[in-house]
């Protein structure tokens, strides 16, 4: 599975609700390395991504790094190299036959760029997850300030906190769709001819991504030792009647990384106010030996996880869904296209799919 974290321009992280991206306020030209890597104790693989940020009045051009050597070291010695996608580059992944992290080791990622530059981690303990008792389902119907009804449905899970133990987690439910088409592009014809979608069926199975782009959901346990615990992870819309498929997971994280995605929540919901702290950029546990100095986005976690698949019925409201918006003609290749493993897109079937 595919566990990353990071933050910038783009926060993929975690689901609950939809917020905006979190801008790290930089006010220099200099582009800044970006990591989103995690590792946990679910099957491989897992992945890594790196990029430049933009320059702070250019939010648009982020790049990604290519070519670079890319691997997790853990306290005994092993270590998990990552390959460099043929397809998508600066997208980095162990191999799905290849060493699975282990609870109660610590991990460290290193990175070496093409210009020679070692970057290195933090230690990271992998520490057990909690399990989780059960996920249900709430319908909801809301009205925002423009009059503007959506209906979906919450998505909560329960679970019981370990008492006398310091704990930290954090939440996210990935929504899987299988993808009909594994190439779908716009074609606009040079003639004036209306344009068209021009799309390839799969050659294989291969299935949609759906995280909250940057939503960010953690917490412990101050209020809840020893306790239940009932959060809401994530969110279905209503644009079908048909079962929904979501994977559920929860992570036992360090409280570094929960001060660290904790800070940047609190500058993602800073409301601007009178009294708020003035932004300032959050500093993770990454950096330059060659360059202690140099500033780097993102945060490398390792963490036990929790995983339950669930299946989000719709079927049950009377009001019809909202229908999706028809498009243009589609135009069928006669041959098929891969399904190319990304961040958002892939090929291994998730655990008790339909």
């Known amino acids: 599975m595919k566990k990353v974290i990071t933050y910038i321009n783009v926060i993929f992280l975690f689901l609950a609700s939809c917020i905006d991206p979190f801008d790290p306020k930089l006010t220099t030209n200099e582009r800044k390395l970006v990591v989103e890597a995690w590792l946990t104790n679910e099957a491989p693989p897992y992945t890594v991504r ?10 648009d051009l982020n ?10 070291t853990d306290n005994l010695g092993n270590k998990i190299d990552f390959e460099e996608s043929p397809s998508t580059s600066g997208f980095y992944q162990s191999s799905p036959t290849g060493a699975r992290g ?15 530059q070692l970057y290195q981690s933090k230690p990271e303990l992998l520490r057990p997850s909690t399990p989780i008792d059960s996920v249900f389902s709430t319908f909801k119907e809301k009205i925002d300030e423009r009059g503007i009804k959506t209906r979906s449905f919450d998505v909560l899970i329960e679970s019981k906190d370990p008492a006398n133990v310091e704990n930290y987690y954090k939440w996210e439910a990935v929504r899987y769709e299988q ?13 004036g001819s209306p344009p068209f979608r021009s799309v390839a069926y799969c050659c294989f199975s291969c299935w949609k991504i759906i995280k909250c782009q940057g939503c960010i959901l953690v917490g412990d346990d101050k209020l809840v030792n020893g306790n239940k615990i009932r959060k809401t992870v994530g969110s279905v819309p209503y644009d079908s009647r048909l079962d929904a498929y979501m994977l559920v997971k929860q992570y036992a994280i360090s409280k570094d990384v929960y001060t660290f995605w904790k800070a940047v929540d609190g500058q993602v919901n800073n409301s601007g106010g009178i009294f708020d702290e003035p932004p300032a950029t959050i500093r993770g546990n990454i950096s330059n030996t060659n360059k202690p100095d140099e500033q780097v986005l993102g ?12 299946f989000v019925k719709r079927n049950y409201i009377s009001t019809p869904p909202y229908q999706q918006v028809g498009g243009l003609e ?23 799919w339909f």
């Not at 790049?63 to 997790?72: D, E, M, Q, T, Y």
């Not at 993808?179 to 003639?191: F, G």
């Not at 290749?333 to 958002?344: F, G, K, L, Q, V």
């Open 50 to 59: 790196l990029y430049f940020s933009a320059p702070y009045n250019n939010k």
């Open 63 to 72: 790049i990604p790094v290519a070519g670079a050597k890319v691997f997790v």
């Open 102 to 116: 282990q609870e109660g080791r610590i991990y460290t990622l290193n990175i070496r760029t093409l210009n020679d």
């Open 179 to 191: 993808l009909e088409y594994c190439a779908d592009r716009v074609v606009i014809p040079i003639n």
């Open 299 to 310: 945060f490398f976690g390792a963490a036990g996880v929790s995983i339950k698949p669930t």
């Open 330 to 352: 589609i135009i069928i290749s006669r041959t098929c296209a891969p399904c190319e493993e990304r961040y958002n897109r892939t090929g291994i079937k998730p655990p008790n």
